[in-house]
């Protein structure tokens, strides 16, 4: 028997590295998963994946996520396929790559916002106002987060405040969707291997794991295993809360090549 048997699960950016383990585990654990990227192609490409993983059960759907007549339509064909939702894992971001400080444009900052912070607004309060609320087993929604939000990284400043938004998001929402019998938490991953990784010289990958005191990133499996935690009845007490699973790196002060 699965944990989610019977569940069906919403994973935004569930196409593409870490998102496609996150609908891997739900679909193995017995939901049925939604799943979209950004645009057809990224999402066509991704299903592809989880078919040669040998994985059914599985619908992909493209959303832009930072519009609402995309994300009003994705929840359409949702009513009309299953009926209802059990859950919903806002994972989908914009990591706000390659633009320092200094040269990035206001447009860019609500560019990252608009997928990592209103997206998540808008794709939560769908899931909240079509299904949740009109169900007796209401709901669980799951952000995926980022220790940037607690400890900045360098060049990333529409990121790290997106993620941030984030966090702040999470504790407003269990506020005002806890009477309502909703859970809302977050994980907060730190280095996770994706696609992004190959193409790291192996000096910057040793150096990486150098930085976490237990020696590794995360595997896809890592996050979807802590996803599927939150997201679980089993862990009906806990509503407002940010995970961290950083392989120990928010607890240290200095990484131990610089601190002897
Ligand atoms: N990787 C890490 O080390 C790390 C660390 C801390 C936190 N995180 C967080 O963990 C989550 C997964 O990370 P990841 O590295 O696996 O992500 P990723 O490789 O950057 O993939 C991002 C996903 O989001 C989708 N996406 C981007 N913009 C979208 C939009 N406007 N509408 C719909 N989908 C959109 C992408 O779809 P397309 O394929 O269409 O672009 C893709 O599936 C993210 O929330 C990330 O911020 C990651």
């Not at 759907?61 to 919903?88: Q, T």
């Not at 806002?90 to 900052?109: C, R, S, T, W």
Request: hydrophobic share 40%; aromatic share 6%; with cysteine.
């Amino acid at each position: 028997m699965g944990m989610f048997d019977g569940k069906t699960v919403l994973v935004t950016g569930g196409n593409r590295n870490t998102g496609l383990f996150i609908v891997k585990k739900f679909i193995e654990e017995g939901a049925r998963v939604f799943l979209c990227g950004s645009t057809k192609e990224s999402t066509e490409k991704g299903a592809g994946i989880l078919a040669s993983w040998g994985l059914k059960g599985f619908r992909a759907i493209p959303c832009n996520v930072s519009k609402s007549g995309e994300v009003k339509a994705l929840f359409d064909v949702i009513e009309k396929e299953a009926g209802h939702l059990d859950i919903l894992v806002n994972n989908a971001a914009h990591q706000g790559i390659g633009k320092p400080f200094v040269e990035m444009e206001p447009d860019y900052l609500m560019e990252v916002l608009g997928t990592n912070v209103r997206g998540g607004f808008q794709v939560t309060q769908q899931a909240v106002n079509r299904f949740f609320l009109k169900q007796e087993s209401r709901g669980v929604v799951v952000f995926l987060s980022s220790n940037t939000a607690q400890r900045a990284i360098r060049n990333r400043t529409a990121y790290c405040a997106s993620k941030g938004a984030i966090n702040s998001m999470v504790r407003a929402l269990a506020l005002d969707l806890g009477p309502l019998g909703i859970r809302v938490n977050a994980c907060a991953p730190g280095y996770i291997y994706t696609e992004r990784w190959d193409a790291l010289p192996e000096a910057t990958r040793l150096r990486r794991r150098l930085n976490c005191p237990l020696r590794q990133e995360a595997k896809g499996s890592d996050i979807a295993n802590v996803v599927a935690f939150l997201a679980g009845d089993q862990n009906s007490n806990m509503t407002g809360e940010i995970v961290t699973c950083d392989a120990g790196c928010s607890c240290q002060h200095m990484p131990e090549d610089v601190d002897r």
